[in-house]
């Protein structure tokens, strides 16, 4: 269980349960961890892998006394990951034209 004390820092602790790198298996040091947003008790986490170098983000929730994760792999940088997150989401008209784009052209 973690500790309420340690709460802002907590989603450190979850490191232990994502763990390895899903490309080359390497156990990730909580050094190559880096917050790039929070909101309420979410944290948005990227991780390099000190091997391979892939990169990964995790979305950790603190829900009561426990957490939740999920991830995915990425080709973001943690400072590309910091910027994009901040950029508005596509809309579905701009999800429209891109299909159109392809269709026409590819
Ligand atoms: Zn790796």
Redesign the pocket.
């Known amino acids: 269980m973690l500790a309420k004390n340690n709460r802002g820092e907590s989603w450190l602790e979850a490191l232990k349960f994502i763990g390895h790198?899903p490309?080359?298996d390497?156990h990730y040091e909580k050094n190559r961890a880096k917050l790039f947003a929070k909101h309420d008790a979410a944290n948005l986490v990227h991780i390099t892998?000190g091997?391979?170098a892939?990169n990964f983000i995790a979305m950790i929730v603190m829900v009561g006394q426990g957490l939740s994760s999920v991830g995915m792999v990425t080709d973001l940088s943690f400072d590309d990951a910091k910027e994009l997150y901040k950029t508005a989401p596509l809309t579905v008209d701009e999800i429209i034209n891109g299909s159109q784009f392809f269709q026409k052209n590819y």
């Open positions: 790198c490309i080359c390497q892998c091997k391979c892939s």
